[in-house]
């Protein structure tokens, strides 16, 4: 369905056109400050379906609406508890969704018919730039097809999208390079439905309260499916033991290696001089490591080799969705 000549732009008068292409109903790729997201107004049923033609996603995976600030939040839930207020004042705009009963006018399409609908404010200035200009909510999911990774910047868009939507606005390489936290802010104790930059300890630290972050939450984030976030290269996780093991036999360059510890590194540069190994030391800061993640496996998709190995993370609070998006990724 390659029916676009999409548009590649930029800048203030960028801006300006995607406002426009959204106010006429198409969808437009824009930058967020977690990964590029494709955004159509989320009041206007028929343009919301137009991203999940774009995607092949299924029609029953809900969208997250963004909006320009918390004030136009009671339009679209249908109540805020204190708690949500809470949270915006501490979190938007940022990397952060939260879950409310929807309101009556939020079309189906953007819930994939759930009475709830997820929202969050997004802190990249040029989407609110777009958002304040359009001064309404846009369904936005990651602009990549379904299944793919999400695109962190503009040219993983068209790797995914070019031809199939109308436009995409570049603003740079996002700077979290991980998807927003979603939260449930409906209950007593809130709980984390997807891990993001936002973590546990940080939501507690911040809010003096317990928040929940249960292991297994699929039943409640319909699109959080097992296989996600996948690169075109096989992926597989091993231990540091394990991996380290691998390079010492490997005798091949058909294998990309991803290690981040300092033994790692250092059996993976004798590799290299020793067979011309590939591979890359990716930083051990779980912000940084993540900031990275989908741009080092973009690139090394282009590579076209059989598999790529990844070091496995810490397993600690502070890599949770690095962990979470690399055990999908390897599913
Ligand atoms: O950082 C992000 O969140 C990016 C940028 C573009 O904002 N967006 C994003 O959207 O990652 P998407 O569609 O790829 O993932 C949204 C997730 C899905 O797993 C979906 O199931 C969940 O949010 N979600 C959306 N609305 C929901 C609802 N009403 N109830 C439960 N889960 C919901
Ligand atoms: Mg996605």
Not at 2 to 10: D, I, P, S, V
Not at 253 to 277: K, P, Q, T, Y
Request: glycine letters at 6%; a negative charge; aromatic letters at 6%.
């Amino acid at each position: 369905m390659n029916q676009y000549q999409t548009e590649n732009l930029e800048g203030e008068i960028g801006i300006q056109r995607a406002v426009e292409i959204l106010r006429n109903g198409d969808c437009v790729a824009l930058p967020t400050e977690t990964v590029y997201g494709l955004a159509a107004d989320a009041m206007n049923a028929d343009a919301v379906n137009k991203i999940f033609e774009a995607k092949g996603r299924p029609k029953n995976h809900p969208l997250i609406v963004h909006l320009p600030d918390v004030s136009h939040l009671p339009k679209w839930a249908k109540s805020v508890p204190d708690l949500a207020y809470r949270v915006a004042d501490s979190y938007w705009p940022g990397a952060l969704t939260m879950l409310f009963e929807k309101a009556d006018a939020v079309p189906d399409a953007v819930t994939g018919g759930l009475n709830t609908v997820a929202i969050r404010v997004p802190s990249h200035p040029t989407f609110l730039s777009v958002l304040k200009s359009f001064d309404g909510g846009l369904a936005a999911p990651s602009a990549n097809r379904y299944k793919q990774l999400s695109p962190t910047s503009a040219e993983h868009v068209l790797k995914g999208l070019d031809g199939r939507i109308a436009a995409v606005l570049d603003g740079g390489s996002s700077a979290l390079g991980l998807e927003s936290t979603i939260i449930d802010v409906m209950r007593e104790k809130p709980r984390i439905l997807r891990a993001g930059p936002v973590t546990q300890t940080h939501l507690q630290n911040t809010l003096n309260i317990e928040v929940l972050a249960p292991e297994i939450v699929a039943d409640v984030v319909p699109g959080n499916v097992k296989a996600h976030y996948q690169p075109d290269t096989p992926l597989q996780i091993y231990s540091s033991e394990t991996l380290q093991s691998r390079v010492i036999n490997q005798n091949k360059c058909n294998v990309f290696f991803v290690v981040w510890s300092d033994a790692l590194a250092d059996v993976c540069h004798e590799a290299h001089a020793r067979i011309g190994l590939n591979w890359i030391r990716m930083s051990a800061d779980p912000a940084r490591y993540g900031q990275a993640l989908y741009s080092t496996l973009y690139d090394i998709d282009k590579l076209g080799l059989s598999n790529v190995f990844i070091e496995q993370p810490p397993n600690t609070d502070a890599w949770r969705a690095i962990n979470d998006r690399l055990k999908r990724a390897s599913s």
